[in-house]
Structures are given as structure tokens and as C-alpha cells.
């Protein structure tokens, strides 16, 4: 049974900084490809980090050169490192397995969330 499970998630204020942890069960980090999203009130769910197979890596323009997504293989974990965080980047964050073809989140294979709340 695939599980992801995000922790980190929390409260702070404009130009914080929080780490965002997706631990996986059931389903081995290495070699496949993986995603953060988030979902804000009222808004439809963004991608927001992908990392690929590879190792490639794409952010969504907003969050460049702020966020940053890993992985630790040896911990089957994914991360996402954010940095000089603003009050719209709140919301729910989730992390997914993905389609590595089309990029596309896999059904199913998606943790229940961590809040993310950043004021002003």
C-alpha cells in the first residue's frame, strides 16, 4: 500500500522560511518521478516543484528561485525547501508520485497535505 505523508507545514510570517517533508511507504522515491502541488482556498490545485527521474527539476514561476525540491533516496524522502515565503504562497501543499511521460500526478498516489500559512 502506497502511503505519502507531508509534514512541516505551519505558520509564518512574510519572508519566513519552512521545509516541507513528504515521507513515502509502499513506494520507492528512486527513480520516479515526484511532485509538489498546493491548493489554496477557492483555487484550483498548482504544481509548484517537479522532480524528475533524472533529477531535473521545474518550478512554477512564482515560487523560482525561492523554493527548492529534493530527495533523499536513503530516507525514501521528498522535500521542498521554501524561502522568503509571501502571504500567496498559503495554502494546502500536497505531495504526489507523477506520470514522468506526462507529467501528469498519478491517481491515488497523493499525501493528505500539510497547511502552509504565511501573513503579512
Known amino acids: 500500500q502506497v502511503q505519502l505523508v507531508e509534514s512541516g507545514g505551519g505558520s509564518v510570517q512574510t519572508g519566513g522560511s519552512l521545509r516541507l517533508s513528504c515521507a513515502a511507504s509502499?513506494?520507492?522515491?528512486?527513480?520516479?518521478?515526484m511532485g509538489w502541488f498546493r491548493q489554496a482556498p477557492g483555487k484550483e490545485r498548482e504544481g509548484v516543484a517537479a522532480?524528475?527521474?533524472?533529477?531535473?527539476?521545474n518550478y512554477k514561476n512564482s515560487v523560482k528561485g525561492r523554493f527548492t525540491i529534493s530527495q533523499d533516496n536513503a530516507k525514501n524522502t521528498l522535500y521542498l525547501q521554501m524561502n522568503s515565503l509571501k502571504p500567496e504562497d498559503t495554502a494546502m501543499y500536497y505531495c504526489?508520485?507523477?506520470?514522468?511521460?506526462?507529467?501528469?500526478?498519478?491517481?491515488?498516489?497523493w499525501g493528505q497535505g500539510t497547511q502552509v500559512t504565511v501573513s503579512s
Open positions: 509502499g513506494y520507492t522515491l528512486s527513480g520516479s518521478c
Open positions: 522532480l524528475d527521474s533524472d533529477g531535473t527539476t
Open positions: 504526489a508520485a507523477r506520470d514522468c511521460y506526462s507529467g501528469s500526478p498519478l491517481p491515488g498516489y
